[in-house]
């Protein structure tokens, strides 16, 4: 990869961005460099897609914007790497220093004397001001070391000693009997290494140096196979990420079924209260006051007694209500119970169907769903839905008004979104919303007496029979530090008597 990223030399940075994740976008006019520090998806390659993405603008930008690449080394033989950059032709003057390393992964911004100025995460070990170590054996570089790993007596002995573990292909190599061809092939690397991505089951794996595998793609650059590889990595990701989400939610939901069938049940026992209310008028003439406890013949059953726990400070008629009561209740909540279970009856069943969905999902489809959904703490899926900005109203003649619906949005309403020939509403002396009637050019005097009207009705003058509104164009409506948010001063404004209503 490194070889590729050093046809950059020579070239200056046009802007550089950061999207929603963190990631870097660094702009080289003809090429586009890619960074992620993701604690998984660390990864450094050109994009391929050159279309435009939501950036902001990152922090180096005001350091290195058109400055030029004078020099791209590796630190060692890890994956660390450094960019020097520098407006003239030789000094360095910032150094990007890129550490891909999984978790610990970084990337640092590094003055003329490598004091370091700012950094991608904050919590390092190293610190803003800190002198970061660039020395490197220029003697010593990857291709060298490979081609001294490939002439060992035993190349396998001496990656394991340098790895902790196996880079994937040649694992996949050793297991497949290759141990001899492994020198062949880390000779090739060293002479001219190539991008292949090998498949297992129309998956991709792992990305090969060398084609030796009848799965594997050839794929133009190592930045292309980086590309395509870690775009099934992430999708594969949030696949399980969203079915694991989705799963807790059904879970959540097979739950509350539960607790619902058992509140059911203990309503379907409700027809007791009706009972005892009855016995209790049955037998009025044998209660007498203050009695906490009666014991009467249950009319239903030859022998059986029936316990009623009575209010001692109630009458009986009292507390025969109170049985009653609690027995239509209990009716109520059997009807709402048997909806609101077949509610999440449906529920259950549409978010099966959406797992069943999501593993065919591809990563644009994933993407759109995280965006249009999010989650609650117990797993609860929520419609991300654009929140409807004003309250919204049409005249008669299909006119647009829009009315604020608190302080905040009054300034928004009139001083971001109207536009300067859009007609102004407000109510004389007395707190209300702004209103705004867009205007088209073809506005009636029908159009401002009903708007007007909707201004008066979300005014605290709502409740008078006629209320005197102001109106102008939002051009000659100002703002005044002095009054707060929300609060106006008109210029030229007319004034209409109206009654309050909405059309």
Not at 5 to 19: E, F, P, Q, T
Not at 21 to 50: E, M, Q, T, V, W
Not at 80 to 104: A, R, W
Not at 140 to 156: H, R
Request: positive net charge; proline residues 3%; charged residues 35%.
């Amino acid at each position: 990869m490194l070889e590729e990223i050093k046809s950059l030399v020579g070239h200056k940075v046009k802007r550089i961005g950061k999207d929603k994740a963190g990631d870097i976008y660094i702009d080289f006019y003809s090429n586009i460099l890619f960074a992620s520090s993701h604690p998984i998806f660390c990864r450094i390659c050109f994009l391929s897609d050159k279309k435009k993405k939501a950036l902001v603008k990152h922090p180096f930008e005001d350091f290195l914007k058109y400055h030029k690449v004078i020099e791209i080394q590796q630190i060692g033989l890890d994956r660390i790497f450094y960019i020097g950059f520098s407006k003239h032709k030789y000094n360095i003057q910032y150094y990007l220093v890129f550490e891909i390393t999984g978790p610990s992964s970084n990337i640092y911004l590094l003055d003329s004397v490598k004091r370091i100025v700012f950094q991608l995460k904050s919590r390092a070990k190293k610190r803003i001001g800190e002198t970061y170590c660039l020395t490197h054996k220029q003697d010593i570089t990857a291709k060298k070391a490979l081609k001294t790993i490939s002439e060992a007596g035993s190349p396998v002995a001496v990656l394991e000693q340098r790895f902790r573990k196996l880079p994937p292909w040649i694992k996949q190599m050793e297991e497949m009997g290759g141990k001899s061809e492994i020198a062949e092939f880390l000779s090739k690397v060293v002479n001219k290494a190539e991008a292949y991505i090998v498949f297992k089951n129309d998956n991709p794996i792992f990305i090969s140096p060398v084609k030796s595998f009848d799965s594997s793609r050839r794929e133009k650059s190592f930045s292309d196979a980086v590309s395509q590889y870690y775009k099934h990595l992430i999708a594969e990701e949030k696949r399980e990420q969203l079915s694991r989400k989705i799963c807790n939610e059904i879970k959540a939901k097979k739950n509350i079924l539960k607790k619902l069938s058992e509140e059911f049940e203990n309503v379907r026992a409700s027809g007791e209260f009706k009972i005892r209310g009855e016995l209790i008028l049955v037998n009025l003439g044998k209660i007498k006051r203050g009695e906490s406890l009666l014991k009467l013949k249950d009319p239903y059953k030859e022998t059986g007694i029936i316990e009623i726990k009575m209010d001692p400070k109630k009458s009986a008629v009292k507390n025969a209500d109170e049985y009653f009561k609690r027995y239509r209740k209990a009716q109520r909540s059997q009807k709402v119970i048997k909806k609101r279970e077949q509610v999440i009856k449906k529920e259950i069943r549409e978010s099966e169907e959406l797992m069943q969905e999501i593993a065919n999902f591809d990563v644009s489809k994933l993407i759109e769903f995280e965006e249009r959904y999010s989650f609650g703490e117990h797993g609860k899926r929520r419609k991300v839905g654009i929140k409807k900005e004003f309250r919204t109203f049409h005249t008669k003649t299909g006119k647009t008004v829009l009315v604020g619906r608190n302080k905040i949005e009054n300034e928004r309403l009139t001083f971001k979104v109207a536009k300067g020939k859009d007609i102004f509403f407000h109510v004389r002396e007395s707190p209300g919303s702004h209103t705004i009637l867009v205007n088209d050019g073809k506005l009636t005097k029908t159009d401002i007496e009903e708007t007007a009207g909707i201004a008066a009705h979300f005014s605290k003058a709502k409740h008078s029979k006629i209320v005197p509104v102001s109106y102008t164009e939002r051009k000659y409506v100002r703002k005044s530090k002095k009054l707060g948010p929300g609060k106006v001063l008109l210029i030229r404004e007319k004034t209409i008597f109206v009654e309050p209503s909405i059309p």
